[in-house]
């Protein structure tokens, strides 16, 4: 954050400016350092913050956090001391929002809370797991590697969310552009050929009526249209929201056809890479399991994790629990589960479980990608082409009439 200042010398000389810090007490400490006493302070204000607080700008994203992590993990393990680690990083991070954070967690770490604790205090940027795995490295002594291994778990998370993402940019670039033109022929361009075409006194064929008829009601309630869509969008979000329509939706996508099995492989592989990663760490079963639980974004699946952790404490094994979801957790999860159970190598065994399920995503978005663009083809192709018949023909009777 920034202030503006007004402060008086040892001299009796005034002076004014603007001072960086966490906060009005840090640049209180800051200007009293520098022997200065303050008759004015006040925080300065950010015009790019209103976009900053929607999320358009100064945004946290994961690969900042992964870049965070290594960053730190190299630091600590030079011996450097975590609050000197922390300012020395804040002044190489490029977004304030996330330097600002950065040094408040230097502060309370100063002040003798442990780096978890400080880390917990925003939990929408360090996740769960995330102050679960510091934790254990504060414990082990281990924090440096802990970092890196969180590091390397998160730039994973990060490619696979970005494979997704990109296989959905271009469908929905085609769709919304073929919206947008489909709206303009609707209210603009079909209404003046409309014009002419029953001016001309020619029998319509029945698409040609259809068209029109959908013409003028564009026309006349293209306001309606669109708040009936954005209102439907909100609702939904705030739908989504909610526990119930959470498990809702969570319950329909697994229905789907095609999508059900991808999805699958995704909770499937994200449940024990998250899982090895906090054995591996060092954190009891059922400790990882309740982490596990809340970073899985279903909560279909965040449901079952749970009841194999109250099932665990009370003495089963993971795999016999697991085997009780078919339809959920697939056999080979389960059996492979089982083996790294009874040979003691359950991190290692979830890693090639990661792997399988990994190729199977990968060979999922790489079939999408090339099935995609033909379906999109037709699927334009055609509705352009009901277009161009219900205007062609009609034009195509003008035509012969006039000849």
Not at 325 to 347: C, H, N, R, W
């Amino acid at each position: 954050m920034k202030f503006n200042y007004q402060a008086r010398t040892k001299e009796g000389e005034e002076q004014a400016g603007i001072v960086e810090a966490s906060s009005e007490k840090a640049a209180l400490e800051v200007l009293q350092e520098h022997k200065l006493f303050i008759t004015f302070l006040e925080k300065e204000e950010d015009p790019s913050l209103i976009f900053k607080n929607i999320g358009i700008l100064g945004g946290i994203s994961q690969k900042d956090i992964v870049m965070f992590s290594r960053q730190l993990s190299i630091m600590i393990e030079s011996k450097i001391l975590p609050a000197q680690a922390l300012r020395t990083l804040a002044r190489s991070v490029t977004k304030e929002t996330f330097q600002e954070k950065i040094i408040k967690i230097a502060e309370e770490v100063e002040s003798g809370t442990p780096l978890s604790q400080a880390f917990a205090l925003y939990p929408k940027v360090f996740s769960t797991f995330y102050v679960n795995m510091v934790k254990s490295g504060e414990v082990t002594g281990k924090l440096s590697s802990v970092l890196n291994r969180v590091a390397d778990h998160l730039e994973r998370e990060y490619q696979l969310n970005l494979k997704m993402k990109t296989a959905l940019i271009y469908p929905s670039f085609i769709l919304f552009v073929f919206v947008v033109i489909f709206f303009v022929m609707m209210i603009y361009i079909f209404p003046q050929l409309a014009q002419v075409l029953t001016e001309s006194e020619v029998e319509l064929p029945p698409l040609t009526k259809v068209m029109m008829s959908i013409s003028d009601f564009m026309k006349a309630w293209w306001w309606a249209i669109i708040l009936t869509f954005v209102g439907s969008a909100v609702a939904m979000i705030k739908y989504a929201k909610t526990k119930e329509g959470r498990e809702a939706i969570d319950a329909f996508l697994l229905r789907v056809p095609l999508m059900k099995d991808f999805l699958k492989s995704v909770y499937l592989s994200r449940f024990a890479e998250n899982l090895s990663t906090l054995i591996v760490a060092g954190i009891p079963i059922a400790r990882a399991l309740d982490v596990a639980a809340e970073v899985i974004d279903n909560s279909l699946y965040k449901g079952i994790i749970l009841a194999t952790k109250d099932n665990v404490v009370k003495g089963k094994s993971i795999s016999s629990v697991l085997e009780e979801y078919p339809d959920f957790i697939s056999p080979l999860f389960a059996q492979m589960m089982k083996v790294g159970e009874e040979t003691g190598t359950m991190d290692t065994t979830l890693m090639k479980i990661v792997d399988f399920y990994k190729a199977e995503i990968d060979a999922f978005m790489d079939g999408l990608l090339s099935v995609i663009e033909p379906i999109l083809i037709v699927f334009l192709g055609g509705a352009v082409g009901i277009l161009v018949i219900s205007v062609y023909i009609p034009l195509y009777q003008i035509g012969g009439m006039a000849g």
